[in-house]
């Protein structure tokens, strides 16, 4: 009891904080599709976030420096690229918004960007579905935002789906436990022949 | 004794009963009971947002309280950013302002005050083209009524769930009714229901004939809403498109999405091998609602003055309502085909009308004390434009 006490205590000491949040529900949708849709497919390194509130009192946004590796799609961009997600910390305000993940400092991936101009809520397209991590290592592997090994990437993935899919892009093949996920060149290789081949 | 509620849901959310996965947002309602104004949101989807209330009802001892005369989610500035108003709305932006995009379904929104829900506002984005079907999710054609479901599972506490089979995953998909695990979530939260009702019985398969009929309906029902839509963002934010450049895009977007839709209800009927009784084609059928929409969002913006927030404000609410209004009467209009009850379609077009005219003249009357005079379309006879324009594309989708 006196172990589980002090998270209990702060569970609900956070229930009865007062603060805005958000909860979404997000369309599934393919590799191919998001990367169509994307404006701009890039490998990054992300080296430094910060969130501020847009107004006193008002939305807060997290802004994310990221150093640009490849361009895989669109416009050349300036390094660092900033992106911005809805929600944050500023002070003793937070604004929470369920199923958004910003990355931290030092992950590296690649990146769908749904629109560079635009001020949505969150700026990769598909949300995670549209972030591909590296895992770094002797030799690093593409996984999905949550970990999981990518080891294929399929032109015209089955609609099935369930929930051992929820957050990955249909067509991002999905590897057994210990197998090794794709290398970055081979995935962005991979992600060039995708967006090469004509639509359905 | 609701503060032995409140801590006993903050505990919850540490540990959901066992065998369940649910996850708790944290906030509650204590006493069991939530405000869902659907004022804002038209027809069947008006009505599929009820069935989704109640289907959380019939799961537990909660009740929501809706009302029909609210502006939807959130009262918005001229940034579209705005307190919550415990209601549901067609919108592109959430209530803070930032644009769902292509990717985000709908967003609930919710202030926590002590624990407990203080304010909230849900969103579905107006730029997809929602249904409503049984079945496989088709990822072009989002079903509006699981959707609905998934975002009152937030408005009263649940959070996603991607572990096991719920309507609360984070990705919409086939699931289109609570599972165990949501049940077992609200029931947590709230406690099972004391008299649970007898499960309805399903409704019989449409010939294809019928079903092109109504779902052409349905997509002149989406044209309607999406062309006002298209006019009243502009209305409330001259300053942004001042050319009207944004709106065009926006209206030729709408028209490409009904040439669409209507030609996929054609499509199923031949692959069934019949035809549809509509006597418009694709394009005749867009400008029998076109153009009596057009000269209705003329007649609301006649004498508007853009350099005024409160009248601009005004104008994106009346467009706002006949959008939703008439939204209403086409799908009241395309239920009707299923159902053939007269007397039900008539109620479901005078309840159109009358939250047109009701939502309208609060509007006026808002505006007014805020110094605006109106001199636009009065009410009644836009609501009489509205009718006509349903009249019609009925008239014209049944083959007379």
Known sequence: MGRRSGPLVLAILAALAGGPAAATTLRPFSVRELATRAELVFEGRALARAARALAPGGAIRTCVEFEVLEVVKGPPVASPLVLCFSGGRVGTRERRVHGLDVPEPGERGVYFVADLGGARIHPLAGWDQGRFRVREGLVPEVTTADGRPVVGLDPAPPPARGPDRDGVARGARLGSPGERGLDPAAFKARLRALLAEPGP | ?????????????????????????????????????????????????????????DASDFEFRPSFGGDGACDRDAFGRGPLEEG?????????GFALG??????????????RFAGVGLVFNEDLDWELYAGPWRDDEPEFFRVALHELGHWLGLDHEDGAPSIMSTFAGDTDELRADDVAGVRA?????????????????????????????????????????CEAKRAGAPAEDPAGLARDACLASAAERFARQYGRAEA???????????????????????????????????????????????????????????????????????????????????????????????????????????????????????????DAVAAAAAGS
């Open chain 2, 1 to 57: 004794m609701k503060r032995l509620a409140l801590v006993a849901g903050a505990a919850a959310a540490l540990a959901p009963a066992a065998g369940a996965a649910f996850v708790l947002l944290g906030p509650i309602w204590p006493d069991g009971s939530a405000p869902l104004d659907v004022g804002a949101i038209g027809g069947g989807f008006r009505n599929a947002l009820l069935d989704a209330a109640d289907a959380w009802e």
């Open chain 2, 88 to 96: 549901a709305e067609f919108h592109d932006r959430d209530c803070d």
């Open chain 2, 102 to 115: 292509f990717d985000v379904l709908a967003v609930t929104q919710y202030e926590t005050q002590g624990g």
């Open chain 2, 189 to 229: 939260l709230y406690g099972p229901d004391p008299d649970p009702p007898p499960p309805p019985p399903g409704p019989e398969p449409l010939d294809p004939a019928a079903a092109c009929r109504r779902d052409q309906l349905r997509a002149a029902a989406a044209l309607c809403r999406r062309e006002l839509a």
């Open chain 2, 268 to 390: 199923r009927a031949a692959e069934a091998g019949a035809a549809c009784p509509s006597s418009a084609d694709a394009a005749a059928a867009a400008a029998l609602v076109r153009d009596p929409a057009a000269a209705l969002a003329a007649g609301l913006l006649a004498g508007s003055d853009e350099a005024s927030r409160p009248d601009a404000r005004l104008r994106e609410r009346l467009l706002r309502a006949a959008g939703a209004a008439c939204d209403a009467a086409l799908r009241a209009e395309a239920r009707f085909v299923r159902e053939g009850d007269a007397e039900r379609l008539a109620k479901r077009r005078a309840r159109a009308r009358a939250g047109f005219l009701g939502k309208a003249e609060a509007a006026i009357a808002r505006a007014a004390g805020a110094g605006v005079a109106y001199a636009g379309t009065p009410p009644p006879e836009g609501a009489d434009l509205l009718d006509a324009l349903a």
